[in-house]
């Protein structure tokens, strides 16, 4: 099959096949690429999507780059089953098998050097939100301002009551990263998510991944749940998401 190449991520050799049914971007199934003790998992992609210049117009498309990043994803989770991935930037293209040689050779001591730290851990994230509102009981409805007066009292007691929560959910979500850091190997703090992109309610107040070896995963997971439940999120107003296992995108040096 013609066409050029995509790279979803660099491993060292595994003995486990992918599954059998596994589809890449554009529907290619991916193949492993050797070079010196490494592997480069490609598939074909075509040139009307993935040149260089279509490949611009083609990110503007939402629905083209959803379809993709699923499909990228897809590849990265059927290997972190198998093996321990390095995941490479979406839409990492080359012209030809060559090209994907060539990357390798160049660079071949820092995918060794990062292969060899991420050897058998994963990724695990973990966000935690506020609610942007206090929760009104059905029993109890907010009673209706009798004046402009009264208007402005309820509005500075939602302020209040809003920045009281937060400031709660700030100190919780500290204490909840120091514990989280001190069981992990590393951690990467990322920016907080916007609502409006995320399309997620509530203000998001901690958003961190963190390198756990994977053996000691369902500890991490045991850890994160205790201290909710010691915490009493759910009826703080606050909320916890915990996401996992990944490959580890935050600590690989690329973007994901």
């Not at 491993?11 to 890449?24: D, H, M, S, Y």
């Not at 939100?129 to 004046?147: D, F, G, R």
């Not at 909840?176 to 703090?189: G, K, N, P, Q, V």
């Not at 916890?240 to 690329?254: D, I, N, Q, R």
Request: proline letters at 6%; one cysteine or more; hydrophobic letters at 40%.
């Amino acid at each position: 099959m013609s066409g050029l190449r995509y790279v979803y991520a660099v491993c060292r050799p595994f003995g486990t096949p992918l599954q059998a049914q596994l589809k890449g971007v554009a529907g290619d199934p991916p193949r492993m690429l050797s070079h010196h003790g490494l592997i480069a998992v490609v598939s074909h992609v075509p040139e009307r999507d993935f040149a260089e210049e279509p490949l611009h117009r083609r990110l503007e498309d939402l629905d083209w780059l959803t379809e993709t990043a699923r499909a990228h994803q897809s590849v990265i989770d059927a290997l972190t089953v198998v093996t321990t991935p390095l995941p490479l930037r979406m839409a990492t293209v080359f012209r030809d098998d060559s090209g994907v040689r060539v990357m390798l050779e160049e660079r071949e001591d820092e995918f060794r050097r990062t292969l060899d730290r991420l050897e058998g851990r994963v990724e695990w994230g973990v966000k935690v939100y506020a609610e942007t509102e206090p929760q009104q009981s059905e029993a109890a409805p907010a009673a209706k301002p009798a004046s402009g007066r009264d208007y402005l009292r309820q509005r500075r007691m939602r302020v209040h009551a809003n920045e009281d929560m937060w400031q709660r959910t700030e100190e919780f979500a500290n204490r909840l990263h120091a514990t989280l850091s001190a069981y992990a190997e590393d951690s990467r703090m990322h920016a907080p998510q916007n609502p409006a992109l995320s399309g997620v309610s509530g203000r998001n107040v901690l958003n961190a991944a963190y390198l756990v070896p994977r053996q000691d995963s369902e500890e991490f997971v045991e850890l994160v749940d205790r201290t909710k439940d010691e915490t009493h999120v759910d009826s703080a107003g606050m909320r916890v998401e915990l996401t996992g296992p990944w490959a580890a995108y935050s600590f690989a040096g690329e973007e994901a």
